[in-house]
């Protein structure tokens, strides 16, 4: 995977290719860089993934009760998280190029930098 900067998204892209029903992990480190984690949500158009995410006993002590890591979703307990480590699970369910979203909020005061999204785009067959 390689990574493109430009504008107001950052962009990570895949330079293999995937089959449906292939089953993926793959290491995601989330930071607020020097500002606490609020969240962080995966995104994909309904039924192109299956997608989940796990991860170690010290970050689930930081996520907040209305995570829901069979989704994608983790919210993080104030002040309590600068940079996690999980694992993200995926299963490719349709052909095609597939896009999987990931947003990523933190407790900056600058909006600028409080809220990103990057993506990865998937060609599957």
Partial sequence: MYRLHGGQQDTLRATDLL???DTLRMPVIVS???NYLRSFVIQAP???FDYWLTCDSTVRAALAGTSKLEE???YFK???AVLVTVNLWFVPRLTG???MTFAITN???NQAY???EFYIDFAVH
């Fill in 72 to 74: 994608g979703v983790m």
């Fill in 32 to 34: 607020g860089q020097y």
């Fill in 107 to 109: 407790d900056a005061t």
């Fill in 46 to 48: 309904t039924g192109s």
């Fill in 78 to 80: 104030p002040a309590s």
């Fill in 97 to 99: 190029s597939q896009r």
């Fill in 114 to 116: 409080s809220h990103r």
């Fill in 19 to 21: 089959s449906v029903g």
